[in-house]
C-alpha cells in the first residue's frame, strides 16, 4: 500500500514535470551552442551542464568566461545569481530534511526552479503526503527536466559547432536572459528589484571585471526587499 503511495506520487511528479520540458529543452539547446561559440568543446559543455545544472547561472558564467573576466569574479558572480537556491534549500528542508544522507544529496543536486516550484504547490497541496512520497514526487518532477536538460546540451554543442567561427550569436544571450526574467516578475517587489538591477547595471557598466553586475544585483535584492517590506507594513495596518 505505502509503495502504490510512493509509485503514484512519482508518476504525478513525472505528469507535473513534463510541461517544462517545453523550456527546458530550447534553453539545454541555446546553452550547448553559446557554450560552443564561446570556445567549449561538447564534453566541456555537457560538463559544464552536469557540475552547475542551473540554465541562469550557467549562462552567467559563460558571458563572463566570454569576456575573458578572472576566474574569481566569474565563480562569484554564479554563486550570486544562484543565491535563490539558498532560500529554496530553507524552503524545502521541512518536507524533505528527515531523509537519508544519500536522498538528501540527489534532492540538493535536483534543487532547481522547476522542481521547487513544483514540489513546494504539491507539498502544500498534500499535506498529508509521507515523507517518502514528498521524496518520489520531487524526483518525479527532476526525471523530465535534468537529465534532458544534459541530453539537450550535448545536441546544442554539436550544432553550434557546425556554425562557422565568428557567425555572431551574441545577440542570442540576452534574449534568453529576457525570456527567464519576464515570467519571474509577478509582484511589486520583483519589478522593482529587476528595475533597479537594471539601471544600477547601466551605470556601472565602467567598472571592471563586470563589478558593476554584481553591485547591481545587490542594490536590486536590496530595493525588493524594501518594497516587500513596505507593503507587508501597509497590509498589516489594514488588519
Not at 90 to 95: H, M, R, V
Not at 123 to 137: G, S
Not at 185 to 206: C, D, E, M, Q, Y
Request: hydrophobic share 55%; net charge neutral.
Amino acid at each position: 500500500m505505502a509503495n502504490d503511495g510512493v509509485k503514484s506520487s512519482y508518476w504525478r511528479g513525472v505528469r507535473d514535470g513534463l510541461p517544462f520540458l517545453m523550456v527546458v529543452g530550447p534553453f539545454a539547446v541555446l546553452f550547448g551552442v553559446l557554450a560552443t561559440e564561446a570556445g567549449l568543446t561538447v564534453l566541456e559543455s555537457l560538463g559544464f551542464s552536469i557540475v552547475v545544472i542551473a540554465g541562469a547561472a550557467q549562462f552567467t558564467a559563460l558571458q563572463l568566461m566570454s569576456e575573458q573576466a578572472p576566474t574569481l569574479i566569474v565563480i562569484a558572480s554564479a554563486l550570486a545569481v544562484n543565491l535563490r537556491m539558498a532560500m529554496y534549500s530553507a524552503s524545502i528542508t521541512p518536507y524533505l530534511g528527515g531523509l537519508s544522507l544519500k536522498k538528501r544529496i540527489f534532492a540538493a543536486y535536483f534543487l532547481v526552479d522547476q522542481t521547487y516550484a513544483a514540489a513546494a504547490i504539491e507539498y502544500e497541496k498534500r499535506p498529508e503526503m509521507t515523507r517518502a512520497e514528498r521524496y518520489a514526487y520531487f524526483m518525479g518532477v527532476a526525471t523530465p527536466i535534468c537529465p534532458p536538460w544534459y541530453v539537450f546540451t550535448i545536441i546544442g554543442a554539436l550544432v553550434g559547432e557546425t556554425f562557422p567561427p565568428g557567425l555572431g550569436l551574441d545577440f542570442v544571450l540576452p534574449l534568453a536572459f529576457l525570456a527567464m526574467l519576464g515570467p519571474a516578475l509577478r509582484t511589486g517587489a520583483h519589478r522593482a528589484a529587476a528595475l533597479v538591477a537594471a539601471l544600477a547595471a547601466l551605470a556601472l557598466a565602467g567598472l571592471p571585471y563586470n563589478l558593476g553586475l554584481m553591485v547591481a544585483a545587490v542594490l536590486g535584492m536590496l530595493a525588493g526587499a524594501e518594497v516587500e517590506r513596505r507593503v507587508e507594513m501597509r497590509e498589516a495596518a489594514r488588519g
